[in-house]
């Protein structure tokens, strides 16, 4: 009861307000073990440059993490996700949810008995449907990329992270057979990120990040061990 009472506090307090792509915290797996997990990752606003205005995004994923050795894990994700923009001059747009997908490495830089460090890339492409507006047909692509540095301490009944990143996340779309790129706003594209993990056994466990000037998100995960 402790634990669950945990996960819900944590949850209101980095929600408050809080997002790129998640960061999937320190906890990696051994060389040739798999972690496994599935995943909700809600972006609330990431800025766009010139007068592209804002976007947000709402994806669930499922998770598999692989062991390349001991300090090298590739982290691979599948599922699906929605656009939504918000231009300051013309009509929002909302593309209906799609599939979507990231891929991602993470490097183990430093581990003591309760401190560990991880540097990582992740990258996540979602694609929308085509949908028709004012006799136009309109596509996206969100290009969400990532590099972080993170420190976590194990205090036994969770282990919470914090770190920074540089992020870029472009809505790549097209209106007819026009393609453009909207770039985000490049003088915010470093932030901060604070999340942890919360065992529920020795093979399962919790993961709630928040992200933090660089973007407003938050994600949660329910992970496995195998």
């Given at each position: ?205 919790l993961n709630v990040e928040g992200q933090f000037f660089d973007a407003t998100a938050i994600a949660g995960s329910v992970n496995f061990?195998?």
């Open positions: 009861m402790r634990k669950i009472l945990l996960f819900f506090l944590i949850c209101f307090c980095i929600t408050n307000p809080s997002y790129a792509a998640p960061c999937y915290g320190t906890r990696m797996p051994q060389q040739k073990k798999i972690f496994a997990g599935i995943q909700a990752y809600s972006v609330f606003k990431r800025t766009l440059e010139k007068d592209y205005g804002k976007i947000r995004s709402l994806q669930n994923f499922f998770l598999l993490s692989y062991g390349i050795f001991d300090w090298l894990s590739l982290d691979l994700k599948g599922g699906a996700g929605n656009i939504k923009q918000r231009p300051k001059i013309g009509e929002a747009i909302d593309y209906l949810t799609y599939l979507g997908g990231g891929y991602g490495l993470r490097l183990r830089l430093y581990e003591s008995d309760l401190t560990k460090m991880v540097f990582g890339f992740q990258h996540i492409s979602i694609h929308s449907r085509t949908e028709s507006l004012g006799g136009s047909k309109y596509k996206a692509v969100l290009d969400d990329w990532q590099f972080s540095f993170l420190v976590s301490h194990d205090f036994s009944i969770f282990t919470p992270y914090i770190g920074t990143r540089w992020s870029r996340m472009d809505n790549i779309n097209w209106i007819d057979t026009v393609r453009n790129r909207e770039k985000s706003d490049l003088s915010k594209s470093l932030g901060l990120i604070i999340g942890t993990d919360i065992p529920l056994n020795k093979k399962t466990w061990a195998f």
